[in-house]
């Protein structure tokens, strides 16, 4: 059968089904006709990427909508029961259109298959559903976010009873449970009345949003930092841009001693169209337009941002002319691990199985950073879950002690508290190490000018290009196969030495469609299809002598490749 044949029957079958109501339906009959359309709408089921299920959202199978959402709870109530006896599920949700309905949707079918479902009243950041996963003792957990994606797309990340985002064993399980869910008819619903009266439906308040306030609060390195005038002196800014980290993020900054917290009030409050900017993502400089006009009035030390669901956190900085700067994620992520293990080594902490974990598209100069102290650094596939994974099994031997877990892509977490990346956590550990700085007479940018001095100007680029549909599927996909069995010999007049191709599953990894070009002078790039975007992702990296030579090579490099990338696309 072909795709778009298979497309138009699955259209035929919401468009007839008793069980759709009639605003789905009458959203389907708008487009009727439309081949291209329906077949994007339903030529596949959302599958789980990096970050569990995320889409567009509108009627379709290929679309986040309460059926989805709906048969994905039933496939995943099924297995859990398969693995526990008296299973419970923590939820949470930020911002976006849609997330309380659908946190609910997934409650009611919980609740009506015997699981004791803990909701959030409100929205909460997503490190924090892996905290109170933890901290309740719960079986799994649940959260509705596309994270920094636009304002069309909403997301379903599923945990562990870990706290962590489930590993791909795990996630093949729920895949294979939800597939097994044939129709609508097999989805078990509750209303939420009866469902609270049974007490299968419970709210979450004030004791575990304080217990999550606290645990964040104690990973600070430096309790009586801010105690005296450095508390009132130095000047934050905090856009939550719109998104779940207002509340936790101002409530930790106040608890470890910053007084002078400014909140962009266009950013403060939940909008899920996130009307002040272009894309709701801290690792773009224009989502900071607001928020550096604020620093200038304040004259703030420093800015941050976090992204809906708070689970990535971006720092602008002021440079040596005196001009705000965005740091990327490689950046900040070096900051905080020369920041944390130099305040560990100086306290006498610093244990000697000490590990940095990063993933493999991050830059080499936080690891250099970290073996320079004498810690471990350990190497996953992108997404945070793989993180966690390692965390997990630190945790289980004790031979090695986690101390820093970052993505480039603005992914942060210190402490053992979660299992997910956290801008909360990340804001106080940047915050604070402005403070320390700021009381030697330095700036963060200045630290990182030392930095660059000491280990080599690292610098990286991040590129994506955009291919929707089915043809753009097919496009990425030809793309990678290109580069996989025709590999260039050399790349920008360097010697291309090693391929790293991770489909197979290379170097302890699970296998994921990754290919990494490492060159003779000490550069890389890497090719990655995004797991929760039509994009593919062209990753770059370079490390010079001077900041000079560093941009002058990164330049050549990403204008071959993406020469390339370009052509095929």
Request: charged share 25%; net charge negative.
């Amino acid at each position: 059968m072909t795709q778009i044949k298979q497309a138009l029957e699955r259209f035929e079958s919401w468009i007839n089904d008793p069980l759709i109501d009639e605003a789905t339906k009458a959203e389907l009959n708008a487009i009727a006709g439309q081949e291209k359309e329906i077949e994007d709408r339903f030529y596949r089921e959302l599958e789980f990427g990096t970050g569990g299920l995320r889409g567009i959202m509108g009627a379709g199978t290929n679309r986040l909508n309460r059926y989805t959402v709906g048969k994905a709870t039933q496939g995943l109530a099924d297995w859990l029961l398969k693995r526990s006896d008296k299973p419970s599920v923590v939820i949470a949700h930020d911002s976006r259109n849609q997330s309380p309905e659908f946190s609910l949707e997934a409650a009611r079918v919980l609740a009506a298959n015997g699981i004791v479902t803990y909701l959030y009243k409100g929205l909460r950041p997503t490190p924090q559903l892996s905290f109170s996963v933890r901290h309740l003792g719960a079986t799994g957990g649940i959260v509705i976010t596309a994270s920094h994606n636009p304002p069309e797309y909403n997301g379903y990340k599923v945990y562990g009873s870990d706290g962590c985002q489930l590993i791909p064993a795990d996630a093949e399980q729920v895949i294979s449970a939800i597939g097994e869910v044939a129709g609508f008819d097999q989805i078990k619903r509750i209303t939420q009345s009866d469902a609270e009266a049974a007490g299968l439906i419970r709210w979450l308040g004030d004791e575990e949003d304080q217990a999550y306030i606290d645990i964040v609060a104690s990973q600070s390195l430096n309790s009586t930092l801010l105690k005296d005038e450095l508390g009132e002196s130095i000047s934050v800014v905090y856009t939550p841009l719109h998104g779940a980290g207002n509340m936790p993020v101002r409530e930790v900054l106040k608890a470890v001693g910053f007084k002078q917290v400014h909140i962009v009030a266009e950013q403060e409050q939940p909008d899920g169209y996130f009307s002040t900017v272009k894309s709701p993502n801290p690792e773009e400089r224009e989502a900071f337009t607001l928020a550096i006009e604020l620093g200038r009035e304040k004259n703030a030390d420093i800015i941050i941002g976090t992204d809906p669901d708070c689970d990535r956190m971006g720092a602008v900085v002021k440079n040596n002319e005196g001009e705000y700067v965005v740091l990327t994620g490689n950046q900040s992520g070096a900051l905080m691990v020369y920041y944390l293990l130099s305040q560990l080594k100086d306290q006498g902490r610093l244990p000697d199985n000490g590990v940095v974990v990063k993933t493999i598209v991050t830059s080499e100069m936080g690891a250099d950073i970290a073996k320079s102290f004498g810690a471990e650094v350990v190497n996953t596939l992108t997404g945070f879950k793989y993180i966690g994974e390692k965390m997990n099994q630190y945790e289980k031997s004790g031979k090695q002690a986690f101390l820093f877990g970052y993505e480039e892509s603005y992914g942060y977490l210190t402490g053992t508290y979660a299992r997910d990346k956290d801008a909360v956590v990340a804001s106080l550990l940047i915050c604070e190490a402005a403070a320390y700085y700021k009381k030697q007479g330095k700036t963060l940018y200045d630290v990182l000018l030392e930095l660059y001095s000491k280990y080599g100007t690292y610098l990286e680029k991040l590129e994506s290009r955009t291919l929707k549909g089915v043809d753009g599927v097919q496009k990425i996909g030809a793309i990678m196969e290109d580069w996989r069995v025709s590999a260039p010999a050399e790349v920008a007049g360097v010697k291309v030495e090693q391929v790293l191709d991770y489909l197979p599953g290379i170097n302890g990894l699970p296998p994921e469609n990754v290919l990494k070009f490492l060159l003779a002078d000490g550069s890389w790039f890497c090719l990655r299809p995004s797991g929760t975007e039509p994009k593919i992702k062209v990753y770059f990296a370079v490390c010079g002598k001077s900041p000079e030579e560093a941009s002058a090579s990164l330049d050549k490099l990403v204008k071959q490749v993406m020469q390339k990338v370009d052509f095929q696309a």
